[in-house]
């Protein structure tokens, strides 16, 4: 395949990027779109040319760092798959492919399609875990019966990959499906039950205080997610909120 690039090149986060046009040939179906920009940095490389920054890492969909705007859409045109998992298989020869970072004021660009991220670890770090008694009267996980249900749906909402798709999909920025990802997966457990009233509360005034915008329903996140994680998880963050904030 043949194809025309357009790729947001930006020096630093305090310098303007701009979309620079590059042809590129002898593309497979079955590379993956990762592969397509190795391909297209070592033609830059072997020119003297500054090879285009790109985030990565496992190439299988686990770690979410892979995070691109592709034709507008986060991770491209394909449903529940990651960047790194797109083939080029999805493109036709001649085809235009417009590559930009995620796009929201809380992931500033750090340089060409990376951007920084750390919100999101933040957001995490005020509440996204469990306190563990390890004195030595330590209880196992699972002598704590817990019913297949609510197993299940902790289990669902615990494969977000904190890509930032959602983000990125979403016109107000909002982080609320990631936040409320990472809420649900504890509020399901009794082992998360203990935290449940700060955890909630510390989380989504992070996720305020970061500049993330407000969710308002359209939901282009939930069909954007690599995961599938659901819109409902938005929904019981939104009553473990108000509990929370009644209780104080
Ligand atoms: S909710 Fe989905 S889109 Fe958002 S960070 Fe998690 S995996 Fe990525
Ligand atoms: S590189 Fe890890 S999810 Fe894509």
Redesign the pocket.
């Known amino acids: 395949m043949k194809l025309t690039l357009k790729i947001w090149r930006q020096k630093n986060a305090n310098t303007k990027g701009e979309l620079k046009t590059y042809p590129i040939d002898g593309i497979e179906g079955d590379m993956s779109f990762?592969e397509m920009l190795d391909v297209l940095n070592e033609g830059l490389i072997n020119k003297g040319e500054e090879p285009v920054v790109f985030?990565?890492?496992?190439?299988?969909?686990?770690?979410?760092?892979?995070s691109l705007q592709i034709n507008g859409e986060p991770h491209g045109p394909d449903r529940l798959i990651?960047?790194?998992?797109l083939h080029m298989r999805m493109f036709k020869d001649g085809d235009t492919i417009v590559i930009e970072p995620f796009r929201a004021t809380a992931f500033p660009v750090i340089k060409d399609l990376v951007v920084d991220r750390s919100s999101f670890d933040r957001i995490q770090q005020a509440g996204g875990f469990i306190s563990v008694n390890t004195s030595g009267n330590t209880i196992d996980a699972n002598a704590i019966p817990v019913n297949k249900h609510d197993a299940d749906e902790s289990f669902n909402a615990a494969t977000c990959?904190g890509?930032g798709a959602c983000v990125a999909a979403c016109k107000n920025a909002s982080a609320m499906l990631f936040t409320s990802a990472k809420v649900s997966q504890f509020a399901l457990l009794p082992q998360g039950k203990t935290e449940a009233t700060e955890r909630v509360l510390n989380m989504v005034a992070q996720m305020d205080k970061e500049g993330f915008g407000n969710c308002s329903n359209t939901g282009a996140c939930e069909i954007e997610c690599?995961k599938g994680i659901s819109l409902e998880n938005i929904a019981r963050m939104n009553r473990e909120y108000l509990g929370a904030s009644i209780k104080g």
């Open positions: 990762l985030d990565h890492d496992c190439r299988e969909g686990i770690c979410g760092s892979c990651t960047t790194c998992q990959i890509c690599p």
